[in-house]
């Protein structure tokens, strides 16, 4: 056995390999049991760093190793193959090895795997070692030629199509990419196919690959694949750059998609998508990771990382390039306040509890556990400040000369920042440590008005983090405008540029005090502490030119409404609801900015602002008072709720902004209709819709009620056979059951016939909404606390991905009572014991349990 404890590994330890790679040729025999892969890798010494022949393999079974094609020594262990230096050629030499493998019985879904009948890889971040023996690491960049057989009529790789004949494909990639985009697919798949050509007139063969019966889901990913690619021409002036891109949907994934060069495999349920079957929020997801994975291509294939602390390098950059395209697409405004909400659930959470790291992590154990919030969110928002700071033009002129200069290699964040140092002439050095940092500034802002000078005084702090105790200033751009008492903006968009602990910045030549709306669009991700009273919230809610902080004012007077019921009883503030109404009633403003204006903040969002104010929170009562406030929105806006919901009819289905937007805002009303006229304009609607944004939320307005258990019936024979639509079933009953039930009908769903455990879509269905429905994981008794372990034990064996990913449920654990910490404590302790757990777990619990 040799069996070692975890490693954990360091950034600055990074060492280019012994060996780099010229060129690789595989063929694999598909089996479901015994696959065999063979492979021929033509290895050449790296002069710079001379040794022993290191490759990565894990759970192969080797049939045969030569090198230039005779006898060599080797050693292999649970992790590796290594041939001594003295036993190899110092000059260019081909190594071959024959290796079997078990595609069928790896639940794991990472390496090659079966999923409903078809054979597919999943590679990043270290899965290829799984398929066979290779330097397993970014910065080895290849030529790959692949031959696939089987007797599957489909059969794909990366790159275009070489060859074919009866049983077989071959696949030549002429990109050199690292082995963790390497992808192979194998299966009865049809092709919903689309043309593209390019902005210098070569021809581009696009497919969707699905099982059959999913035919008719795929025309608005194609459509989304289209405007993905005109949009990189357009705005990055980024071609694609072979005859073919493909994309296939997979059933059994354990993150949304992957950017595999040329094949991109996505879970099903980022990519199909039908107005029967699809709300809207899932067309938008569905269009976001279509763009994301295509953008890729250039942000991560053709220029990758060179170690995967540099993981932001590549999915900060591209998230915050398909957020850019989403808001082209539909709304800015509307997309930055999702950015936002999303950014603050998630990456601020992390930011706060024990899983903090920096975007640019120093050290990990197992790397999937660091395809975090941060990494991705925290990471986008860093290049959305940057480009704030230095302009449009300059950002644009910087990713040019990244491009150009990094084409074909394998980089790090110092060489992205330094095409912006080089273009700007900046010195962005202080800019940079927002990779190096973690936890979420504070930002606080005082105002002087003194005979027409405005000053705003800012000071800001970051708390500690885990092994970071002791935190600098951070570069904050602060986007701030000024607006005069009688509404007009005297004072346009300004950037503020912050790189001091206190900083003052004032604003000349006032003829009357302004009101300040500060930190517009959100600018930088910082908690703001403001001081300021409803009646100015609800004069920047009326009158402010910035959508974001438009909304931020909204959300903000609902956040103090619900902390004062919380806290002392105290009834919601007229002003509060008369401002809500006028703003849901004002016709010029957007229905989906509306509809995200009446949306109240989430209990976790409300447990998280208590624990900032120093109260413990106590999540029945936190359940509770939202309860009571969406009484009284209901009852307060009882003459309006009529006829914004029949007003709010978008007609005829179509996915877009504007049709989604009336879409959200009706659903949003329906929901508070439905606790006045007893459920009747929901059945009608449940009765009556075309398409599943409408249905589900009638349904949801239903449940949310206390009632709909006939429709919930209803809903499962119209849908039992479609597998997407079942996930939403599992997800909403779990998703809206009152506290004391949650944990209740989350055990009664995994007993029944369609939850499978193996699927992390289902999976993701019962206990994802278990975590998201805060009141009922927190439920007194601990009931969910202990049923979500019980399950993660029993899930970490076959899918240890996926179970180190849920173990964030617990991560928020030390903002609650004793009592409740300690019967959290208990169940990590229990999965911590727990034998043979697996490392991804043992490292998320254990640094979890370490607060
Ligand atoms: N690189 C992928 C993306 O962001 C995500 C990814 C990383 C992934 N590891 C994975 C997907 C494992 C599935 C399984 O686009
Ligand atoms: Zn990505």
Known sequence: MTDLAPQ????????????????????????????????????????????????????????????????????????????????????????????????????????????????????????????????????????????????????????????????????????????????????????????????????????????????????????????????????YGREYDLDIFNIVAVDDFNMGAMENKGLNIFNSSCVLASPETSTDATFERVEGIIAHEYFHNWTGNRITCRDWFQLCLKEGLTVYRDQMFSGDMRSHAVKRIEEVLLLRARQFREDNGPLAHNVRPESFVEINNFYTATVYTKGAEVIGMLRRLIGDEAYYKGCDLYFERHDGQAVTIEDWIKAFEDTTGRDLSHFQQWYSQAGTPRLSVEETWDNGTLTLSFTQSTPATPGQDVKKPQVLPIMVGLIAQDGTEVVPNTILEMTESSQSFTFEGLSERPVASILRDFSAPVILQREMDAKTRAFLLANDTDPFNTWEMGRMLAKDTLVAMIVDGTEPDPAYLDALKTMLSDTRKDPAFRALCLALPSQDDLAQTLTDAGVTPDPMAIYEQLEELRHILASAFKDILPALYADNDAGAFKPDANGSGKRALRMAVLSLLTLNDGGAAARNLFETADNMTEQAGALTALLSAGTGQEELASFYAQWFHDRLVMDKWFMMQVAVAAPLEAAHIADKLTQHADFEMKNPNRFRAVFGALQANHGGFHAPDGAAYKLLADWLIKLDPLNPQTTARMCGAFETWKRYDADRQAMIRTQLERILATPNLSGDTTEMVSRILAA
């Open 8 to 235: 954990t590994i360091f950034l600055k330890d990074y060492a280019e390999p012994h060996h780099w790679v010229e060129t690789v040729h595989l063929t694999f025999a598909l089996s479901p049991r015994a696959t065999r892969v063979r492979s021929k890798i033509v290895f050449t010494p790296n002069d710079k760093n001379t040794g022993d022949l290191i490759l990565n393999g894990e759970q192969l079974s080797l049939k045969s190793v030569t090198v230039n094609g005779a006898y060599v020594a080797y050693d292999t262990t649970d992790t590796h193959l290594t041939i001594k230096q003295a036993d190899l050629p110092q000059e260019p030499f081909t190594f071959e090895a024959e290796v079997e493998i078990s595609p069928e019985t790896n639940t794991a879904l990472e390496g090659l795997y079966m999923s409903s009948g078809m054979y597919c890889t999943q590679c990043e971040a270290e899965g290829f070692r799984k398929i066979t023996y290779y330097p397993d690491r970014p910065d080895v960049m290849a030529v790959f030629t692949v031959r696939v057989e089987s007797e599957l009529p489909v059969m794909l790789s990366n790159g275009n199509p070489q060859a074919s004949g009866d049983g077989w494909a071959e696949w030549h990639d002429p990109w050199p990419k690292p082995a963790y985009l390497f992808a192979l697919v194998a299966g009865e798949l049809l092709a919903h196919a689309g043309q593209f050509t390019t902005m210098s007139g070569k021809d581009v063969e696009l497919n969707i690959y699905v099982r059959k019966g999913d035919e008719d889901k795929c025309a608005f990913g194609m459509q989304a694949l289209i405007d993905s690619m005109v949009w990189d021409e357009r705005v």
